[in-house]
């Protein structure tokens, strides 16, 4: 997490650490309800027994699409289609799966994951919910295309507040491929949702032996395997066939959740390339388009050219929330430093990427939370 000290905004230490919503004092009624119903969500999990010695750990698993369920073109040495196989066909091809735990398997959607939208994201969260509301599985895995699997576990990480696990998984090879990696990573993706560990970690996303938290994973290569990387934070864990190991117990910090939106769309955010010879004619594009925020992915530490600047700062004077973030792939944008946040009535995405900025953005938006301290806040507790 962030350190409190670098953000210098008026009332922002009138703000405590929250799990939801608001200042202790001062909370909207939209922050208050979204305080109220995730830790609603969470009690009711909480109450919810764990399986039994001896009974196999319940897993559900939601099937989304993506190259894990692709099957290879036959006119083409490296081409194939996401989304054909079905969720049991997947299940279907991970030998003695069925030995690690009790599995269902849903199919939410069968697309690749460059297609995958708000409507899909509200499904999945209202599912899940309802699944662990009902106390139909002790961990659920979701499958997934690896292009946008990071935003997709982001999402749930904020909108899902029970502590049993949500584990996402892909593959960077078809089904059908020479060496295929879906099924052990499906494999895998089971055994941690299985493990009593896994509780109180969120959303994690399993790939290549690999466990990753939902906020820092992110994708760095087009084709291989080992595409996946927690560059701020390293991996939470890994895992092999003998056992899931994590590198350090579940954080005692409570996760910043949100209800889930009521409706799809999610409020419109842009993000914003910074580049040489950069002129504001993406902000205002994204402005004329009805944009209610605005991320900037910038150079180095958030910065950008100087009209860029300049018309972000006004878009901020208009209500529009803006958030500084880097195009780099690591590292924090520190508030205050190369620009003067406080002057321009920017927000600093801390080490949050691009995309997952936006996502918290829109859920910040769809819970009317607009207030820059309070946002600036829970920049720094997601």
Not at 5 to 30: K, Y
Not at 69 to 92: F, R
Not at 163 to 189: E, F, H, Q, Y
Not at 327 to 334: A, E, K, P, T
Request: glycine share 8%; charged share 15%.
């Amino acid at each position: 997490m962030a350190r409190i000290s670098i953000f210098g905004m008026v009332g922002l230490a009138a703000c405590s650490a929250v799990l939801v919503a608001g200042c202790a004092n001062g909370s909207t009624d939209s922050e208050s309800a979204a305080q109220s119903s995730a830790a609603s969500q969470t009690a009711t999990s909480t109450a919810k027994s764990t399986p039994a010695p001896g009974q196999l750990p319940r897993i559900t698993i939601l099937a989304t699409g993506g190259t894990i369920a692709g099957k290879a073109n036959a006119n083409s040495a490296v081409g194939y289609t996401a989304g054909e196989a079905t969720a049991q066909d997947l299940i279907d091809a991970v030998p003695g799966i069925d030995k690690i735990a009790k599995l269902d398997a849903e199919q939410i959607a069968n697309i690749g994951s460059q297609d995958m939208n708000d409507e899909v994201w509200l499904t999945l969260a209202n599912r899940i919910n309802q699944i662990f509301a009902d106390d139909k599985a002790d961990g659920v895995v979701v499958t997934h295309g690896t292009d946008t699997i990071e935003e997709t576990a982001f999402f749930l990480d904020h909108v899902v507040a029970s502590p049993k696990p949500v584990v996402l998984v892909g593959s960077m090879r078809p089904s059908t491929a020479l060496s295929a990696d879906g099924p052990a990573n499906l494999r895998s993706a089971v055994q941690v949702a299985a493990d009593a560990d896994a509780r109180d970690r969120g959303t994690m996303v399993v790939l290549n032996d690999t466990i990753h938290g939902a906020k820092d994973v992110t994708k760095t290569n087009t084709t291989s395997v080992q595409t996946f990387v927690s560059p701020n934070t390293g991996p939470l864990g890994h895992v092999d066939a003998a056992a899931v190991t994590f590198a350090e117990p579940a954080s005692a910090h409570p996760r910043l959740t949100f209800p889930v939106p009521g409706k799809s769309p999610l409020p419109q955010v842009a993000i914003v390339y910074s580049h040489a010879g950069m002129d504001a004619t993406q902000v205002n594009d994204a402005l004329g388009h009805g944009a209610q925020g605005i991320v900037l992915a910038g150079v180095g530490d958030g910065n950008t050219a100087k009209p860029v600047v300049a018309a972000l700062s006004a878009a901020a004077g208009k209500g529009v929330l803006v958030i500084r973030s880097s195009r780099v792939g690591s590292g924090s944008v520190v508030r205050n430093a190369e620009l003067n946040d406080d002057e321009l009535g920017t927000i600093s995405a801390l080490d949050l990427n691009p995309a997952k900025a936006r996502i918290l953005t829109q859920l910040l938006l769809a819970n009317g939370i607009t207030d820059k301290a309070k946002v600036q806040q829970d920049f720094a507790d997601c």
